[in-house]
């Protein structure tokens, strides 16, 4: 009897588990098209201003409804959700190359300069984020690459950790000490078994860094240190609707806030599948 509950149990987890990420997978199938193809194609002007029409609720016209000077929302949106992405995706990938290179190198070397390194991203951990991510974007004047740069040099110590875990536990496998006491270089070693076991752990820190990066840039632009005003984004929708929400309009805000939440969470959604594919162990741990 405990054992047919067990598994009706675990089944149910599977089933659950697997609709959640049929979800995921549902949601990014339409935003990514979204964002591909509807700036391009769409003839009307996200800039565009009609006094007349503002702050109309959401209707047939304007699914989304429009802003305090009559801008069709659900455009702006999609540029909004274009430009999150498009940080997210290059701040992830900068930041994902630089803690992959600072991991693997501390991992491999190891002595001085593993604990060289390793002191590094602990000092730089014990600084908040968002304040590290102020400071680089106060350097420079607002912009997407001072966002980025923010954003890649505040999120690539995670994965430095993940990397040199990784190339510590591949370096003590029997395969890399045969090919060691076969004659094999350091260099040899580190290209044809170090960095082809890194790159699946790599890949996934980089996915799960995409969410990160997409709140931290609407972070700074809803403090007004992120893009500029007049560039969509998903945190300057949401900053620019603040004055509409306390007169008791709720779509100029409810929407933006919507695309930021659902899509960094199916994106997390698939990053947790894929981190259950990679580590077979946990994923039977779940099912129990």
Known sequence: MAEQVWRTRGSARRSTRTLRVRACAAVMAVVVPAVLVVPPLAQLDQQAVDLAAKLQPPSWAHPFGTDDV???????CV?????SLLVGLVAA?????????VGAAAGALGGWADR????????LSAIPHLLLGIFVVAV????????VASVAVTHWLSTARIVRAEVLSLRGRPYVDAAVSGGASRWRVAVRHLV??????AGLAAVLMIPHAMWHESALSFLGLGLPAHQASLGNLVQ????????GHW???LFPGLLLIVPTLAIAGLAGAWRDRLNPRRRSELTL
């Open 251 to 253: 779509w100029p805000t």
């Open 140 to 147: 420079f004047r607002p912009g997407l690459w001072p966002v």
């Open 93 to 101: 990938l900068v930041a994902t190359v630089i803690g992959t290179a």
């Open 196 to 201: 082809p076991g890194i790159l699946p752990q």
């Open 116 to 123: 060289i390194a390793m002191r590094v991203v602990d000092t």
């Open 70 to 76: 009559g801008r069709d929302l659900l455009l702006r």
């Open 240 to 247: 620019g609707a603040r004055g509409s929400l306390l007169a």
């Open 79 to 83: 540029h909004g959700l274009r430009v």
